[in-house]
């Protein structure tokens, strides 16, 4: 198996993208969605960012108010580090074992839709082909303004709080220009599933990991003789 990663700027449309490899059958992880998840009334993540927080960044139904939230951890990059410390170990370690579920499941390639993948670095040793959903910062504001009804204020601090979308490009083996329709968008898309259905890398991975564990049984089998059966077989010495 082999891991596609979705990244891009807040606003920028990498849901769209998503949504096509899901359509046509793809796994996808979406880290926003296990951030929603961990931060649920009563899990471990929620008790902490109440610890930290206080009570003004929940509701009275004690969800948390992304609002108020979002609007703290924005405009001051040290509570901003606070909520990471919290929450980012927490979605790496859903991630991992949610890739390691397809794994054994046998599928030859998922999406991981990771908005922060550059941000936290993490997770790049593992993803085969990264794709970036990129559009005009203007569009960028307007489609956050109008999505969250932000100010333009608060919008600019949520987008440079991110590292900048030509800096993303750069650094990814796709771009998907998202100024045009959703078609276009959704066409581009369609034409990286169609590459990525005839790349045979998940051959190569398997046996890749196939052949490691061939090499740490082997290893095994020869300590356990070594130190068991009274050192190596005579025809084994050299």
């Not at 990498?14 to 793809?26: L, P």
């Not at 929603?36 to 960012?49: A, D, F, M, T």
Request: aromatic share 10%.
């Amino acid at each position: 198996m082999f891991i596609l990663a979705i990244t891009g700027g807040i606003a920028t449309g990498k849901s769209t993208v998503s949504k096509v490899f899901e359509r046509n059958g793809v796994p996808v992880i979406d880290a926003d969605k296990i951030a929603r998840e961990i931060v649920e009334p009563g899990q471990p993540c929620w008790h902490k960012i109440r610890d930290v927080f206080g009570d003004d960044v929940l509701l009275p139904s004690k969800e948390l108010n992304r609002a108020a939230l979002g609007k703290m951890i924005f405009e001051d990059k040290e509570l901003r580090g606070k909520l990471n410390k919290i929450t980012h170990p927490v979605i790496h370690r859903t991630i991992f074992w949610r890739v390691c579920k397809l794994l054994i499941s046998g599928h030859s390639w998922i999406v991981l839709d990771l908005p922060l993948l550059f941000e936290t670095g993490i997770l790049l040793d593992f993803i085969h082909k990264i794709v970036t959903v990129s559009c005009d910062s203007e569009k960028q504001l307007q489609r956050l303004i109008a999505r969250n009804e932000l100010t333009e204020s608060e919008a600019r601090h949520r987008v440079d709080s991110q590292m900048p979308l030509e800096k993303k490009c750069e650094k990814s083996h796709f771009v998907i220009d998202n100024n045009g329709s959703v078609k276009d968008t959704e066409e581009s898309a369609l034409r990286i599933f169609n590459m990525m259905q005839e790349s045979k890398q998940h051959w190569y991975n398997r046996l890749r990991f196939f052949g490691l564990i061939l090499m740490i049984g082997l290893s095994i089998f020869l300590i356990s003789r070594f130190f068991f059966n009274g050192g190596w077989p005579k025809s084994w010495s050299f």
